[in-house]
């Protein structure tokens, strides 16, 4: 099959002459009379199909400050971004970039890894609406922290500086390279230490703990998938409305979803997966811009007896002797609805906009991860599009409360590297290098966008809260 080979130096051009289409100087500008002028009605419209008793939920999350605000309002910050000039360098963007959308996760091999982790919205895009989205969330954390003006914008100075020379190596890098690469300085990142150990407490037997009781269960509610049940089952726990059990058809629609799921994954995952059966269903509440989403939980045990090994361990660092007591061996899926992006209707060429979301989101996280998930996969229940993942393995975000000026800018520039080679593996590193040069023009005009986007996100986050209230 003939393709067309793109020289280095075409590349090169694309990237300068999308400079022409939008100067990098011009990445600043931001004209409010140009976006949509009602955008607490783009927000209404975003409600629709969702569950009806949970979009009170969700206003209320959104309405308890700006940054709670900024999570939920991708439908307005897409519209605003949309309304604007773009480079037309699209790569896969996250599409919901902002500081507690990175963070820690288990890899496929039980390392620790950090990276961005929330693709719910994620599509081809402009690159610098991703840019803008976090450096905006650097501002709104920072002033949530009671960070200084000057500190907030030398953080997102950092992220802006390290983004534009991290592509610049990417850019020249071998492919199989850039595949491969990894950041090796996160444990001189301090807010990230805290992350680490957040995760590493994160295991599935916490799940268990935490979302599970006793229970007299001993199968998934009776259905067809019944298997023997571990000596002692549980089962979720009731906390109506942000975790209920789900029984009867429901949970047999969701349990008869997992077929499907099952072929997305790769066989030798597929193998892994059939050596558990599920015990129990939940429907669960996560998030802020999920929020009215469809969102089920499965919890399983494993098939075969598992031992609990000794601490002693050989040598080799071989496992130890196996104690007879038989232990638990859980795994908790997450089946999240995945609607259409929010950026879709402004990308009405986008391959991407016409595909199963679930494919989308699982599709756009592999482009721009390093490590993903083992069980990451697909399905549909009822004609709705849902993603498959694990549920909290060894996951854990940034804690803005314990943020100050140095950590912000440390952090901010760990930020800019990681979005850097999430687009530098799903697009043209080569164009987008090219584009942003060598000067700090590019970093001074996302700068000035934040700082005003910020300002727009607060002023719509007061309208919020001023038309909740009448509502009362």
């Not at 500008?29 to 209404?44: E, G, T, V």
């Amino acid at each position: 099959m003939a393709t067309t080979i793109i020289t280095r130096a075409e590349r090169h051009n694309l990237g300068i002459n999308a400079r022409k289409q939008l100067a990098r100087s011009a990445q600043s500008a931001f004209n409010r009379k140009s976006c949509p002028s009602q955008p607490l009605h783009i927000l209404h419209e975003s409600m629709r199909g969702r569950v009806a008793p949970l979009v009170k939920l969700k206003y209320e999350r959104m309405a308890a400050s700006p940054f709670g605000f900024f999570r939920g309002a991708v439908p307005i910050m897409a519209a605003d971004l949309a309304a604007h000039p773009n480079t037309g360098i699209t790569t896969q963007v996250c599409g919901d970039a902002h500081v507690l959308n990175l963070g820690a996760f288990a890899a496929p091999d039980g390392r620790l890894v950090f990276d961005i982790n929330d693709f719910d919205e994620t599509i081809r895009a402009p690159f610098e609406w991703d840019v803008k989205r976090l450096a905006t969330s650097l501002i709104i954390a920072g002033r949530e922290s009671g960070i200084s003006r000057r500190s907030r914008r030398a953080a997102v100075a950092a992220f802006t500086a390290r983004y534009r020379q991290a592509m610049r190596g990417f850019a020249v890098m071998p492919v199989i390279e850039l595949v491969h690469f990894q950041i090796h300085r996160l444990g001189q990142v301090g807010p990230v230490a805290a992350i680490m150990r957040q995760a590493e407490r994160s295991t599935p037997q916490h799940s268990l703990e935490k979302l599970t009781e006793p229970g007299i269960s001993q199968t998934a509610h009776g259905t067809k998938y019944a298997h023997p049940a571990p000596p002692v089952a549980r089962r979720f726990k009731s906390e109506p409305p942000l975790l209920q059990r789900v029984t009867g058809a429901e949970a047999q629609f969701v349990l008869d979803a997992l077929i499907p799921y099952a072929r997305t994954l790769a066989p030798e995952r597929r193998h892994f997966f059939a050596q558990y059966h599920p015990i129990d269903v939940a429907f669960k509440v996560v998030g802020t811009g999920s929020v009215g989403l469809r969102d089920y939980c499965v919890y399983f045990e494993s098939s075969i007896a598992v031992a609990a090994p000794s601490r002693e361990m050989s040598g080799d660092q071989s496992p130890g002797r196996l104690h007879n007591k038989p232990v638990s061996d859980p795994l908790f899926l997450q089946i999240k609805e995945e609607p259409a992006s929010a950026y879709a209707a402004f990308l009405p060429d986008n391959a991407s906009v016409r595909a199963h979301n679930g494919h989308r989101v699982a599709d756009g996280q592999r482009a721009m991860q390093l490590s993903s998930d083992p069980f990451l996969g697909y399905t549909s229940i009822d004609g709705r599009d849902y993603l498959v993942r694990q549920l909290n393995d060894h996951k854990g975000s940034l804690d803005l409360t314990r943020l100050d000026a140095g950590s912000l800018s440390a952090y901010a520039d760990l930020c800019g590297e990681l979005l850097a080679r999430g687009h530098a593996r799903a697009g043209d590193p080569v164009a987008i290098a090219a584009y942003l040069g060598n000067s700090t023009r590019f970093d001074h005009a996302i700068i000035a966008f934040a700082r005003a986007y910020a300002d727009k996100n607060s002023e719509d986050w007061k309208a919020l809260v001023k038309s909740l209230k009448k509502l009362k």
